[in-house]
């Protein structure tokens, strides 16, 4: 028997998405305590600075690029390498949830958007209306957020 019609809206749903985001990646999600106890949850390529382009990553930390890989992704993520240098970049207590890191270059990385702010724009930036809305998303996913152990 042929699948009763109430399946169509589903799929063309998939299909926009995928249309949308030509790359189908599973996104990792991780959470943020901030010193005054507050939460947030971010993606994990946020959380580490990997930009997408095009056929790349990128890590705007150690200025790296690599194929757009998940597996070589996460290998760069999890290297000590990697790990090291983002200690380089904490987030500026400043900016407290805002969660701005400093860059060698001038600017900044926010880590809610997953963005790099021109220099002189970070002010700019988290009082603009995107940055509040993934704020936003990333304090509304840390009421929900279960880790896995
Ligand atoms: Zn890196
Ligand atoms: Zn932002």
Redesign the pocket.
Known sequence: MAFPALRQPKNAKIEEKIRTQVFNEPQNFLIVTLKDGKKLVVSSDAY???LTAGELYR????E?EMVRDVICKER??A?E??RK??EGYPHIDEYKENLLRKLNTPGHYCTVCNVVVMLHYANRHILGHSHRLELDKAKGRALSYKPYY
């Open positions: 580490h600075g990997i890590c705007v930390f150690c790296t760069h993520k290297s390498n990697h240098i983002l």
